[in-house]
């Protein structure tokens, strides 16, 4: 009887600390600071095939802040960057703050 006692102890135990780790997880995932998170995405995935110069080039076929976001989108659909919409996003206005000011 000792035992079955510990058991469902251990389970709850075991419960809650699953718990309290999706809720961690659950705000983690939340930006609360897109330009910062965006320049952190990109600083990390987007230096591959060309530098910031390229945001700053003469004839940019970027002008608006959709084609930005489509731009962004296709170069990281073609080099398999694992982001979530909202990291793109991110980078979208990073980009726009830093570069483009649509
Ligand atoms: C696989 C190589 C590659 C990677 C990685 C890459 N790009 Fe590009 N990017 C290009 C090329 C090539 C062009 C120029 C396209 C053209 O001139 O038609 C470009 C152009 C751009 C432009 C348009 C610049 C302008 O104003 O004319 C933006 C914005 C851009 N990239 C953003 C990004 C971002 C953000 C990332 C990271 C997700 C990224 N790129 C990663 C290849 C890449």
């Known amino acids: 009887m000792k035992t079955l006692t510990k058991k469902i102890f251990n389970f ?7 718990s309290i ?12 600071d897109p330009i910062a998170h965006g ?3 990109h600083k990390n995935h ?9 945001y700053t080039r003469e004839n940019s076929f970027v002008k608006s ?6 731009q962004v989108v296709r ?4 080099s398999d960057i694992p982001w979530f919409d909202e990291d793109a996003d991110a ?7 830093k570069y483009y000011r649509f």
Do not use: P, R, W
Not at 12 to 18: G, K, P
Not at 46 to 54: A, E, F, G, L, N
Not at 91 to 97: A, D, R, T, Y
């Open 12 to 18: 709850l135990v075991l419960l809650s600390t699953m």
């Open 21 to 32: 780790c999706s809720i961690s997880f659950a705000s983690e995932g939340e930006i609360t």
């Open 39 to 41: 320049e952190e995405a």
């Open 46 to 54: 987007c230096y591959k095939c060309h530098t910031d110069d390229i």
């Open 65 to 70: 802040i959709d084609a930005l976001s489509k």
């Open 75 to 78: 170069c990281k659909e073609g």
């Open 91 to 97: 980078v979208v206005q990073f980009l726009n703050k």
